[in-house]
């Protein structure tokens, strides 16, 4: 699943490439068509690079946990 949503992530981020582009209006059909698509594909990228973020953090935190010595701060990164 992972595989698929960065494939999405790709797709959205080459339409949106090709959106900012000085010629995409030059064919209306074609930059609606784009545009639908970003539309249909943002939510679903956006939720999955927060996804992303927040396993980053949760390793990222993990690692802090698994080499703290001191108390205090175990307890923090356990929050």
Do not use: C, I, N, T
């Not at 960065?6 to 545009?35: C, I, N, T, W």
């Not at 108390?71 to 990164?77: F, G, H, I, Y």
């Amino acid at each position: 699943m992972d595989e698929q949503l960065r494939l999405l992530a790709a797709k959205y981020e080459e339409l949106e490439a090709r959106s900012m582009q000085p010629d995409f209006y030059a064919d209306p059909a074609a930059a609606a068509s784009v545009g639908r698509e970003l539309r249909r594909l943002e939510p679903l990228v956006k939720a999955w690079r927060r996804q992303q973020a927040v396993r980053r953090e949760l390793a990222d935190l993990q690692e802090l946990l698994a080499g703290e010595e001191d108390p205090a701060l175990r307890e923090l990164a356990k929050e």
